[in-house]
């Protein structure tokens, strides 16, 4: 069955920087598109940032433009989310996503804590 497993969440000092990953499993990786969401208290879950298949293309929401980066290793069924210059409103659970099957599956989410 699918499975998506995030870690590296944290908490960190507004400036600072975390790694996420997504270890993938139970469908073939290297073929979907991947997807990092964000969910705040009291707020929608939003989409932070995409990458196609082969990791060529990538977009993101304009507000962590040029401070986060999502890549992907295909060997190694996982996905990355690099997240320099944390701002507090970036505190939120973080999920990664994938559509195998055209059903959208979900990990278990990982806490991002960006404060002083």
């Known amino acids: 069955q699918v499975q998506l497993v995030e870690s590296g969440g944290g908490l960190v000092q507004p400036g600072g920087s975390l790694r996420l990953s997504c270890a993938a499993s139970?469908?073939?990786?290297?073929?979907?598109?991947m997807r990092w969401y964000r969910q705040a208290p009291g707020k929608e879950r939003e989409l932070v940032a995409t990458i196609t298949n082969t990791g060529g293309n990538t977009n993101y929401a304009d507000s962590v433009k040029g401070r986060f980066t999502i890549s992907r290793d295909n060997a190694k069924n996982t996905v990355y989310l690099q997240m320099n210059s944390l701002k507090p409103e970036d505190t939120a659970v973080y999920y990664c996503s994938a559509r195998p099957g055209g059903r959208t599956y979900w990990g278990q989410g990982t806490q991002v804590t960006v404060s002083s």
């Open positions: 139970g469908f073939i990786f290297s073929t979907y598109n």
